[in-house]
């Protein structure tokens, strides 16, 4: 099983930003504990993150050549704004899962609507790295039901 892992903008100043709600560990550690679980699993892991809208779309449709069976994906700031991110993610019709590490419910207002997730199979939100784990767990759920 091949995953691919997209992240958005500044997720890659996990450690740095706003410790308080998104935690100390940095953006390698989060790739380190997802390329652990997916060792332990057997799942071939790809990651890609861009602060640039575009070129998240251009991975997400790269997955599709790329013959790629899952993408998990926290669009940072874009799951609230990006209807072309949720576009491409209905095109490839591969099975996708949403990440959020804080609990996006129970922030701001403008953080409660989430577009990508009216094309995800599942939205795992509040739960730091663990949702990450979460995430794999349903596409592995998916893959063998
Ligand atoms: C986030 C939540 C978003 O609202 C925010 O813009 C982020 C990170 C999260 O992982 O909690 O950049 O996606």
Not at 104 to 128: A, D, K, P, Q, V
Not at 137 to 144: A, D, E, P, V
């Amino acid at each position: 099983m091949k995953l691919l892992v997209i992240h958005g903008p500044n997720l890659n100043m996990l450690g740095i930003r706003e410790k308080k709600i998104y935690g100390a560990q940095t953006y390698e550690d989060l790739l380190e504990y997802i390329r652990q679980i997916c060792a332990r699993e057997g799942i071939e892991v790809k990651f890609y993150q861009s602060n640039h809208e575009g070129d998240l779309v251009d991975a997400i449709q790269g997955a599709y050549y790329d013959q790629m069976d899952g993408i998990i994906i926290n669009p940072g700031a874009y799951t609230h704004t990006s209807i072309a991110l949720l576009d491409a993610v209905k095109a490839v019709q591969i099975p996708t899962v949403e990440v959020h590490l804080s609990n996006i419910y129970e922030r701001e207002e403008f953080r409660h609507t989430s577009y990508i997730s009216l094309g995800c199979i599942h939205s795992y939100y509040g739960m730091g790295f663990q949702g990450y784990e979460e995430a794999v767990n349903c596409l592995k759920n998916y893959w063998n039901s």
